[in-house]
């Protein structure tokens, strides 16, 4: 499993705007064979989402048009990109009610 990272600075934007984009996002990542799940974090200034892959090939295949996705997105709500990074997963041990958190608005 491989996780890739993209923190924005969202200034004045209300941590609520993170959840409209989120929606935005995973229904275009769906549809990307490897893709496994989504996570978005959120405090008043700054906003980490988390995409899930199979494996880093797979992520590193779409990379490319994630960011080209993302660059959209962030301009309509003129938020800015601070870094992206990628990693391996090297443990996990999730409640199942994580995977039933929809948003926390």
Same mark, same amino acid.
């Given at each position: 499993m491989y996780v890739h990272s993209t923190r924005?600075? %969202?200034s004045d934007r209300s941590v609520g705007d993170s959840s409209i984009l989120a929606?935005?996002?995973?229904a275009w990542l769906r549809q990307i064979e490897g893709f496994e799940g989504m996570l978005m974090?959120?405090?008043e200034d700054t906003?980490?989402?988390? %995409?899930?892959?199979?494996?880093?090939e797979i992520a590193e295949r779409h990379r490319a048009a994630r960011m080209?996705?993302?660059q959209r997105l962030t301009s309509v709500v003129k938020v800015e990109i601070e870094e %992206?990074?990628?990693?391996d997963?090297?443990?996990a041990s999730l409640n199942d009610s994580l995977s039933e958190l929809?948003?926390?608005s």
């Open positions: 924005v600075r %969202t929606e935005e996002m995973l974090i959120a405090r906003v980490i989402g988390f %995409t899930f892959w199979r494996d880093e080209e996705f993302i %992206t990074a990628g990693y997963v090297t443990f929809r948003s926390a």
